[in-house]
Nanobody, 126 residues
Framework: QVYLAESGGGTVRAGGKLRLSCTAT????????MAWFRRGSGEEREGVAI????????HYPDSVKGRFTISRDNAKKMLFLQMSDLKPDDSGEYYC???????????????????WGRGTQVTVAS
């Protein structure tokens, strides 16, 4: 079992920056992926960044590429999301997700991730 806790959300003006953090505890030694998702006004969760834990590779959708950066502190089992040039459309609840097993789903399919945090709210004011 892995437990995830996000922090760092808040309200920022358009063009501003925020850094989100996610702390993973529990059985984290076999971590395979960690990612950030968000849910805006719609129902679906949208993946915004993935970190492949073993290779260190990262991947972003076009909507955030060049503005968001995912990183980690492996020793502390923490995941970060540095967000810059924020836009009102970036507003939403941001979730940390993880899996300790390999999964064949695409990087930003929520089904790829077994564990989820409770989320942290990001609001970007225009």
């Amino acid at each position: 079992q892995v437990y995830l806790a996000e922090s760092g959300g808040g309200t920022v003006r358009a063009g501003g920056k925020l850094r989100l953090s996610c702390t993973a505890t529990g059985s984290t030694n076999a971590m395979k992926y960690m990612a950030w998702f968000r849910r805006g006004s719609g129902e679906e969760r949208e993946g915004v960044a993935i970190f492949y834990w073993i290779s260190g590779a990262t991947h972003y959708p076009d909507s955030v590429k060049g503005r968001f950066t995912i990183s980690r502190d492996n020793a502390k089992k923490m995941l970060f999301l540095q967000m810059s040039d924020l836009k009102p459309d970036d507003s939403g609840e941001y979730y940390c997700a993880a899996n300790t097993d390999y999964a064949s789903e695409p990087p930003f399919s929520p089904r790829k991730y077994r564990y989820w945090g409770r989320g942290t709210q990001v609001t970007v004011a225009s």
